[in-house]
């Protein structure tokens, strides 16, 4: 089954109070028409099965996710990827494999931390599937 949670955005304004720097660059950016979530929110989806997984995108100016399930952290994600491999943008945030069959409840976060080299600390989520059964070693 495919989860699907509504966003609800609150304005680049809310970002730019506390990042400055992150908003001047966004504003010169093909970001600029974008609205911007509350900086360190987070992301939280139901779901039934034994398997979840989270697609993202890794870009030159991607931050740092941290994972929970069911209230308890399972791992954290470096989202950053070089400027020369722009074109492979989309990769595994997050893949949680051989859980108790039965509901459960994943939060993604945004850490508002980043990679030495990366240029941001943006986190960018896309499809979001749970599924039940094994996966093939």
Sequence with gaps: SIAVQPVQYAGMQACVECHSEEGEQKASSYHRGLSCEVCHGDRKVEFTGSTI??????????????????????????????????????????????????????????????????????VGLGRVVSYRGEVAQ
């Design 53 to 122: 997984y989270v697609q993202g995108d890794i870009r030159h100016d991607m931050g740092i996710l941290e994972f929970l399930l069911d209230g308890k952290a399972m791992g954290r994600r470096d989202m950053y990827l070089p400027k020369q491999w722009s074109r492979a943008n989309q990769a595994t945030a997050v893949w949680l494999t051989g859980l108790p069959d039965g509901k459960h409840r994943l939060q993604v976060r945004v850490t508002g931390q980043k990679n030495p080299q990366a240029d941001g600390v943006t």
